[in-house]
């Protein structure tokens, strides 16, 4: 049997910081090869919104830890509380908004190694 571990170091040299917060991929094949699917851990800052975009080869799950959320998923509106999760189907326009007075703590994955973003617009 295969297995791969990734230790905290590795995982902090594949984050990335965006104005609105920050990606940190924990599998998949921007830090890995061999995967089938995509995992990471994503905050969004209090106040602040991720890019409307979507996803044409995955569905995207979406499990928040902490913090509270405006997830527009299309033409529809849900919010997230701690301890929810969201599936999001392949193609669908998606962003979400932070409405509480913390961070948005969020574990995200796709099944897919190869997830593709597509802005919207």
């Known amino acids: 049997?295969?297995?791969e571990v990734r230790r905290g170091e590795q995982t902090g040299a594949a984050r990335k910081n965006e104005v609105w917060g920050s990606l940190t991929w924990l599998a998949g094949s921007?830090?890995?090869?061999?995967?089938?699917?995509t995992l990471g851990r994503v905050v969004i800052r209090r106040g602040q919104s991720n890019p409307r975009h979507?996803?044409?080869?995955?569905?995207?799950?979406l499990y928040l830890l902490s913090g509270r959320?405006?997830?527009t998923v299309g033409t529809e509106e849900v919010i997230?509380?701690?301890?929810d999760t969201l599936i999001v189907?392949?193609?669908?326009?998606?962003?979400?908004?932070?409405?509480g007075e913390e961070d948005a703590d969020m574990i995200v994955a796709y099944d897919s190694a190869q997830r593709d973003f597509i802005p919207e617009g």
């Open 69 to 71: 959320l405006r997830h």
């Open 30 to 37: 921007n830090v890995s090869t061999g995967d089938t699917l």
């Open 54 to 61: 979507a996803h044409s080869n995955c569905c995207e799950a």
């Open 1 to 3: 049997m295969e297995f």
């Open 89 to 99: 189907p392949p193609g669908v326009f998606h962003n979400a908004e932070t409405i």
């Open 80 to 83: 997230l509380e701690p301890g």
